[in-house]
Structure formats: structure tokens, C-alpha cells
């Protein structure tokens, strides 16, 4: 398993990012977290449906699209929030999804994050597709999918890394390893010693990381990405990582598992291990975090209200994205709907 | 009908770039049925592609490169095979312009051969187009003539959402016709009307049209002359023909291979009902397979519908009961 980044703050090798991109990485997971502490807040008052927590995963998906150009394409789930927002998919989507809200699923023009899959593994063939595509339509831009440990229990896990492996398509496949699918355990999801042997079986590269190691994950996705661009096919990377939080805001782990392991992983922080790093490095004052805290707290409590302002569809609306063009019989059934004659 | 979608294929990759195909055995051996026959030859290995035995991966993979701008067209050898890539289709394909709000777009055609009569082994026989047609979102096409399947398929790749094209196996070497070369391409939402008539109105599609169209002929032949309506696309429908033509003769056979219970047929005569009542004469009849499994070769006969089993519901169709 690779580490660089220790959890007391310290190197076991090189930093692939300078004092200035790491300051930039850290703040962008204190803004990570002060979304994710939110989230979980809101709904608790009502206002969101149900919130996924992804705390204690923020090194791996913001690690992960430290990597990617602008123009590349992340596909993700429910629980990446980070890895969306990173790519250019603004909080106030985020949240609007999560009030459910399908305008929350239209990110703007120029982002190329698909709104989040809410089934588990189907999405990753699709982050081969688009690679595939845009190769074939002679762009150079690379796909990363985030997933978790789950969906590699699912049919689809295989047909996408198949499909990959045999053309050759340049995607990154992240597996974010947090150890629990809702309540069943990594040992439950597959008898292979890693996950990340199970690239041997598709003909690519297949990492280990520890997924709470920004610097580790960081130097994995570059080596990946940068491989994917240059025509050398696809990567799979495991991030070893924890949900420290519950599964949804509709779970308790208590039912399954014992708090002593939240304790230990909370010990593993993503975002306090570069805190000691800066802190040592005299790149870290209390007084610049307490800015950033403010800062992304500011830019969260913007998007919420963003988010909250919102007018509901409007009556019928909900009929006008089925098709580019509404079918006869959308347009029949919106007007019974808005209270017409069924005619 | 089969060289008619060859040659429709071989338009759309000559005039558009974005064009690719994809699935099992579509490129060296020119697939199944022969559909995408020489066309890998002439266009390349990267837009006439031979994938993995996988019909998730297959349709998963076309929705990616529909996403990122491509127009594949998407090939899956029996629509008894589809299952597999049934969750991509509902949960995915036909979801991404809602989910995204027009945002993100998937327009990708599903070519997926359909129905009985090769007498081949179970899964081979299917006719579920009614699972596609009750999934929002999807357009679903199925063509009864060559010309017709040759300019629906151009449309289909045309088209900005995505398609699942269903062809008739048993019309793939049985039923000719004349072909425009380039083929012309036939819009959706508008039904053929093959035969006028005053007596009867007789409703299919696909794969059932040459038997309805003999029992029209047997029909004319006992005085009775049924218009026979071929929907040619099930999504969008063109309902408003199907209205005119009921309220002219009042009595009304739909003939579907499908199984009986929520098929196509069951919502058609619904809608029949609900805007044309007063104008029956007689109830509304279906002619459709049975909610059993469809049998194999031996007793497939049982299943399908028969000229007879059409006949028989259009005389008392004719007799009011």
C-alpha cells in the first residue's frame, strides 16, 4: 500500500505537491467537510431528503481530482461530493439534488461531472463510454469514476473494467475502500486479499493506497491520469479508506458495527494529518484556518440559499425534459394533469 | 428488409462522423443476421466495433459515447438477450435528459432483432416490446417493411433521445421491397395506413403485419374491407390515425405477438375506449400471444398469432359481439 503522508504529519516519501497546492488541496477539504457537517445538519432540520456522509473520505476524492484537467470527466455517486465539486459541480447543485430537486442534476455548460448515480455500479461502463468517445472524437480527455467497495461486488464492476482493459480506453477507476457497504463488511464483498489485484484480471494497472493520505492518493491518480492521456489505458486505484459517518442520515451503525472502529479511523484524519504536515512545515496558523472554516462556510450558507430559493418545478414541468421534443401523449397527459379534459 | 438496414447503416456512417456501431459479432462476421454485413470492411474497425460478450457493458458504453457526443448505434443479438442491459436502458439511458434537465443527453439507438419464427433455442423468440414502451423516456420503433425499417433507422440515429429499434427476425429475409438509394428517412409519430377500408379497422406492427395484411385480403374476399394500420413506431404514437380510422368503422381488432396481459394492445384499446367509445360497434378485439413462456419450435405455432386466430376476431369483430 503505498503512504507518504504519515497520520503525525510526517513524510515516508516524496510530496508530490508543493507547499501552495497543498495549502490550496487543504483548504479544498475544509470546504469538503464544512459541506459534508452541513449537509448532515440540514437534514436533520428537514430540508434536505435523506444526506450520505462521506467524512473521513476527503483525501481520496479531492486527492483523486487533484489530478484531472478541467475538462475531464468525473463520474460519481451519491456519496462524492467532494470529488463533483472539485471538478466544477457547484454546492448549490449539490444541495439542490438533495432537497430533491432535479435541476440539482444540471451542473453548468463546460462541467463535465454527470449529475451522481444513486444505483450502485452501473455507472462506472459509463465512465468508459465517455473516455472511449471523446478518444474517438480526438479529444485527449481522461474519465475518473468514483465508487466504492460495494459496487465492486456488481455485475457492472466487471463489464466496465473488462471493456476498459480490452480497448484500451483512458479512465481512472477510483475505488473508494471505506470498509462498509451500508452494513456489509469489506470481507463480505469479496474473498480477494485487495482490491486492487483484481486489475491483474482486466490487463491494467491496479493500485493500493491509503485512501486518507492525500499525497499518496494525489501521486496515484497523477501516475494514472497522466498514463491514460498519454494512450496507456486505464488504472484501477484502491483508496483504503472509512465512512466514518453513517451509511445515509437513515442508518445507524451502532446496529452493525462497534464505535471503537470510528475511534480509530478518526485518529487517521485526512485533513488533520496535512494540518501537522503544514503545521511543521510553519505553513499552518490557527488563525488562517479559522479564515478558511469562515470562508467556506460563507460560500456553503450562499448555496444553500441558492439552493432553498428555488421555486419548485412549476405545474407541468415536470413533463418538459422526458424528450427533447414532448410526445403527444406527454403533451395529453400534462394537460390532464393541469386540470384539462382528457382529450 | 435485412439489406435495406444495411444499406441505411452504410448512409448514416457516410454522412455522419459521430455514427458508430457497436455489439456482438457486428463487425467480422457482420452480425447475427447479417445487418452490419461488409460494413466494418468499409469503415473501419474503430466505427464498426466488435465488443465483449456483454450487453450491459454494451449499452453502458454506448450511453458514455452518446453522452460525449458520439451517435452509436447499438447492436444486441435477441432481444432475449437485452435483459442483462435491461437496468442500463431504465435507469440510465432513458433517464439523463430528466435527471440532467437537458443538460446531458443520450442519443443512442438499440438495435435489438425481436419475435418468433426461426425456431431457435428459449430466449430467442421474444416479444416484450411492451417493457420498452412502458419505460419513460425511450422511443421505441418497429419497422414491417424495408423502406420503413431503412428510414426509421436513419431517424433513429437522428434522433436526439435515445431509440430502442426493435426488428422483426421472421420479416428479415421473408419480407422485400423497394429501397430509395439513399434510403429516405421516415419520421416517427406517424402511422401507415397499408390498406384503406370501411368495415374494420385491423392495428399491428412489426413482425404480425404480413398476416394482417392476409387477413385483409381473406377479409375483402368475404366482403369485408378492413383499413389496416401499421403503428410503425410505438413511442411516439400516432393515436390520432388510429381514432380517425375507428370512428369510420366502429369496429376495431389489434393483433400484437406479445404476451396478452399488459401489452401493447392492452393500452392501445384502452385509449381506443377512452376517446372513441360511441363510435363502437362491437368491443374492442386483441389478437396477441399468450402469458405462457413462448414455446419452442415445436409448438411455437400455438403461441403466435395465425391468420385464423386474426380472421376469427375480425368476423365477430363484424358481428358485433
Given at each position: 500500500?503505498?503512504?507518504?503522508?504519515?497520520?503525525?504529519?510526517?513524510?515516508?516519501?516524496?510530496?508530490?505537491?508543493?507547499?501552495?497546492?497543498?495549502?490550496r488541496l487543504y483548504a479544498a477539504m475544509v470546504s469538503a467537510r464544512t459541506y459534508d457537517t452541513k449537509g448532515t445538519a440540514l437534514q436533520k432540520q428537514g430540508r434536505l431528503a435523506t444526506y450520505a456522509s462521506f467524512e473521513g473520505q476527503e483525501a481520496a476524492q479531492v486527492g483523486g481530482v487533484s489530478a484531472l484537467r478541467a475538462d475531464d470527466w468525473v463520474v460519481a455517486t451519491y456519496r462524492d461530493a467532494a470529488a463533483m465539486w472539485m471538478q466544477g459541480y457547484p454546492w448549490a447543485n449539490l444541495f439542490l439534488g438533495r432537497t430533491g430537486d432535479e435541476r440539482g442534476g444540471s451542473p453548468p455548460e463546460g462541467v463535465n461531472v454527470l449529475?451522481?448515480?444513486?444505483?450502485?455500479?452501473?455507472?462506472?461502463?459509463?465512465?468508459?463510454?465517455?473516455?472511449?468517445?471523446?478518444?474517438?472524437?480526438?479529444?485527449?480527455?481522461?474519465?475518473?469514476?468514483?465508487?466504492?467497495?460495494?459496487?465492486?461486488?456488481?455485475?457492472?464492476?466487471?463489464?466496465?473494467?473488462?471493456?476498459?482493459?480490452?480497448?484500451?480506453?483512458?479512465?481512472?477507476?477510483?475505488?473508494?475502500?471505506?470498509?462498509?457497504?451500508?452494513?456489509?463488511?469489506?470481507?463480505?464483498?469479496?474473498?480477494?486479499?485487495?482490491?486492487?489485484?483484481?486489475?491483474?484480471?482486466?490487463?491494467?494497472?491496479?493500485?493500493?493506497?491509503?485512501?486518507?493520505?492525500?499525497?499518496?492518493?494525489?501521486?496515484?491518480?497523477?501516475?494514472?491520469?497522466?498514463?491514460?492521456?498519454?494512450?496507456?489505458?486505464?488504472?484501477?486505484?484502491?483508496?483504503?479508506?472509512?465512512?466514518?459517518?453513517?451509511?445515509?442520515?437513515?442508518?445507524?451503525?451502532?446496529?452493525?458495527?462497534?464505535e471503537s472502529e470510528e475511534v480509530e479511523w478518526r485518529q487517521r484524519d485526512p485533513i488533520d494529518r496535512v494540518r501537522r504536515y503544514l503545521e511543521a512545515a510553519g505553513e499552518w496558523t490557527a488563525e488562517w484556518n479559522a479564515q478558511l472554516e469562515a470562508a467556506a462556510s460563507a460560500e456553503i450558507e450562499v448555496a444553500i440559499g441558492q439552493a432553498e430559493a428555488l421555486e419548485p418545478l412549476g405545474p407541468g414541468e415536470i413533463f418538459d425534459a422526458m424528450f427533447e421534443t414532448k410526445t403527444p401523449q406527454l403533451d395529453r397527459q400534462r394537460g390532464i394533469l393541469m386540470g384539462g379534459p382528457d382529450e | 428488409m435485412a439489406q435495406a438496414m444495411t444499406?441505411?447503416?452504410?448512409?448514416?456512417?457516410?454522412?455522419?462522423?459521430?455514427?458508430?456501431?457497436?455489439?456482438?459479432?457486428?463487425?467480422?462476421?457482420?452480425?447475427?443476421?447479417?445487418?452490419?454485413?461488409?460494413?466494418?470492411?468499409?469503415?473501419?474497425?474503430?466505427?464498426?466495433?466488435?465488443?465483449?460478450?456483454?450487453?450491459?457493458?454494451?449499452?453502458?458504453?454506448?450511453?458514455?459515447?452518446?453522452?460525449?457526443?458520439?451517435?452509436?448505434?447499438?447492436?444486441?443479438?435477441?432481444?432475449?438477450?437485452?435483459?442483462?442491459?435491461?437496468?442500463?436502458?431504465?435507469?440510465?439511458?432513458?433517464?439523463?435528459?430528466?435527471?440532467?434537465?437537458?443538460?446531458?443527453?443520450?442519443?443512442?439507438?438499440?438495435?435489438?432483432?425481436?419475435?418468433?419464427?426461426?425456431?431457435?433455442?428459449?430466449?430467442?423468440?421474444?416479444?416484450?416490446?411492451?417493457?420498452?414502451?412502458?419505460?419513460?423516456?425511450?422511443?421505441?420503433?418497429?419497422?414491417?417493411?424495408?423502406?420503413?425499417?431503412?428510414?426509421?433507422?436513419?431517424?433513429?440515429?437522428?434522433?436526439?433521445?435515445?431509440?430502442?429499434?426493435?426488428?422483426?427476425?421472421?420479416?428479415?429475409?421473408?419480407?422485400?421491397?423497394?429501397?430509395?438509394?439513399?434510403?429516405?428517412?421516415?419520421?416517427?409519430?406517424?402511422?401507415?395506413?397499408?390498406?384503406?377500408?370501411?368495415?374494420?379497422?385491423?392495428?399491428?406492427?412489426?413482425?404480425?403485419?404480413?398476416?394482417?395484411?392476409?387477413?385483409?385480403?381473406?377479409?375483402?374476399?368475404?366482403?369485408?374491407?378492413?383499413?389496416?394500420?401499421?403503428?410503425?413506431?410505438?413511442?411516439?404514437?400516432?393515436?390520432?390515425?388510429?381514432?380517425?380510422?375507428?370512428?369510420?368503422?366502429?369496429?376495431?381488432?389489434?393483433?400484437?405477438?406479445?404476451?396478452?396481459?399488459?401489452?401493447?394492445?392492452?393500452?392501445?384499446?384502452?385509449?381506443?375506449?377512452?376517446?372513441?367509445?360511441?363510435?363502437?360497434?362491437?368491443?374492442?378485439?386483441?389478437?396477441?400471444?399468450?402469458?405462457?413462456?413462448?414455446?419452442?419450435?415445436?409448438?411455437?405455432?400455438?403461441?403466435?398469432?395465425?391468420?385464423?386466430?386474426?380472421?376469427?376476431?375480425?368476423?365477430?369483430?363484424?358481428?358485433?359481439?
Amino acid at each position: 500500500m503505498l503512504e507518504i503522508l504519515q497520520p503525525d504529519g510526517s513524510l515516508a516519501g516524496e510530496a508530490p505537491f508543493s507547499v501552495d497546492e497543498t495549502k490550496r488541496l487543504y483548504a479544498a477539504m475544509v470546504s469538503a467537510r464544512t459541506y459534508d457537517t452541513k449537509g448532515t445538519a440540514l437534514q436533520k432540520q428537514g430540508r434536505l431528503a435523506t444526506y450520505a456522509s462521506f467524512e473521513g473520505q476527503e483525501a481520496a476524492q479531492v486527492g483523486g481530482v487533484s489530478a484531472l484537467r478541467a475538462d475531464d470527466w468525473v463520474v460519481a455517486t451519491y456519496r462524492d461530493a467532494a470529488a463533483m465539486w472539485m471538478q466544477g459541480y457547484p454546492w448549490a447543485n449539490l444541495f439542490l439534488g438533495r432537497t430533491g430537486d432535479e435541476r440539482g442534476g444540471s451542473p453548468p455548460e463546460g462541467v463535465n461531472v454527470l449529475p451522481p448515480s444513486i444505483t450502485v455500479g452501473a455507472h462506472m461502463i459509463h465512465a468508459v463510454g465517455l473516455a472511449w468517445g471523446e478518444n474517438h472524437l480526438g479529444r485527449d480527455r481522461v474519465a475518473m469514476t468514483f465508487f466504492g467497495d460495494g459496487a465492486t461486488s456488481e455485475g457492472d464492476f466487471h463489464e466496465a473494467m473488462n471493456f476498459a482493459g480490452v480497448f484500451h480506453t483512458p479512465v481512472v477507476f477510483l475505488c473508494q475502500n471505506n470498509q462498509y457497504a451500508i452494513s456489509t463488511p469489506r470481507h463480505r464483498q469479496t474473498a480477494s486479499e485487495t482490491i486492487a489485484q483484481k486489475a491483474d484480471a482486466y490487463g491494467m494497472p491496479g493500485l493500493q493506497v491509503d485512501g486518507n493520505d492525500l499525497f499518496a492518493v494525489g501521486a496515484a491518480a497523477a501516475e494514472a491520469v497522466t498514463r491514460a492521456r498519454a494512450g496507456g489505458g486505464p488504472t484501477l486505484i484502491e483508496a483504503v479508506t472509512f465512512r466514518v459517518g453513517p451509511h445515509t442520515t437513515a442508518d445507524d451503525p451502532g446496529r452493525y458495527r462497534d464505535e471503537s472502529e470510528e475511534v480509530e479511523w478518526r485518529q487517521r484524519d485526512p485533513i488533520d494529518r496535512v494540518r501537522r504536515y503544514l503545521e511543521a512545515a510553519g505553513e499552518w496558523t490557527a488563525e488562517w484556518n479559522a479564515q478558511l472554516e469562515a470562508a467556506a462556510s460563507a460560500e456553503i450558507e450562499v448555496a444553500i440559499g441558492q439552493a432553498e430559493a428555488l421555486e419548485p418545478l412549476g405545474p407541468g414541468e415536470i413533463f418538459d425534459a422526458m424528450f427533447e421534443t414532448k410526445t403527444p401523449q406527454l403533451d395529453r397527459q400534462r394537460g390532464i394533469l393541469m386540470g384539462g379534459p382528457d382529450e | 428488409m435485412a439489406q435495406a438496414m444495411t444499406a441505411a447503416l452504410d448512409h448514416v456512417l457516410a454522412i455522419d462522423p459521430a455514427a458508430v456501431l457497436l455489439g456482438e459479432d457486428v463487425g467480422l462476421s457482420g452480425g447475427v443476421f447479417r445487418v452490419t454485413d461488409g460494413l466494418q470492411a468499409k469503415h473501419g474497425v474503430e466505427r464498426v466495433i466488435d465488443t465483449p460478450v456483454a450487453e450491459s457493458g454494451i449499452v453502458g458504453a454506448a450511453f458514455g459515447m452518446a453522452v460525449a457526443g458520439l451517435h452509436p448505434v447499438a447492436e444486441i443479438q435477441f432481444l432475449g438477450f437485452a435483459y442483462p442491459a435491461f437496468d442500463q436502458v431504465v435507469s440510465h439511458v432513458s433517464r439523463i435528459r430528466n435527471r440532467s434537465q437537458h443538460r446531458f443527453t443520450a442519443p443512442l439507438v438499440i438495435r435489438i432483432p425481436y419475435g418468433a419464427g426461426i425456431g431457435a433455442a428459449e430466449h430467442h423468440s421474444e416479444s416484450t416490446e411492451a417493457l420498452f414502451a412502458h419505460t419513460p423516456g425511450l422511443k421505441v420503433v418497429i419497422p414491417s417493411t424495408p423502406a420503413d425499417a431503412a428510414g426509421l433507422l436513419i431517424t433513429a440515429v437522428a434522433d436526439p433521445d435515445p431509440v430502442v429499434f426493435l426488428e422483426p427476425i421472421r420479416s428479415y429475409r421473408r419480407v422485400r421491397g423497394e429501397v430509395a438509394e439513399p434510403p429516405t428517412s421516415v419520421p416517427f409519430g406517424e402511422a401507415a395506413v397499408r390498406r384503406p377500408g370501411t368495415d374494420l379497422t385491423l392495428i399491428s406492427y412489426g413482425a404480425m403485419m404480413p398476416d394482417v395484411l392476409d387477413a385483409a385480403d381473406q377479409l375483402a374476399a368475404e366482403g369485408v374491407e378492413a383499413e389496416v394500420i401499421d403503428l410503425r413506431t410505438l413511442v411516439p404514437l400516432d393515436l390520432e390515425t388510429v381514432l380517425e380510422s375507428v370512428s369510420g368503422t366502429g369496429r376495431v381488432v389489434i393483433v400484437q405477438e406479445g404476451h396478452r396481459t399488459c401489452g401493447f394492445a392492452a393500452e392501445l384499446a384502452a385509449s381506443i375506449q377512452e376517446h372513441a367509445l360511441y363510435s363502437l360497434e362491437a368491443p374492442v378485439a386483441r389478437v396477441t400471444g399468450w402469458d405462457t413462456v413462448v414455446p419452442l419450435r415445436r409448438a411455437e405455432h400455438q403461441y403466435v398469432p395465425s391468420v385464423a386466430r386474426i380472421m376469427a376476431a375480425a368476423q365477430a369483430a363484424m358481428a358485433g359481439v
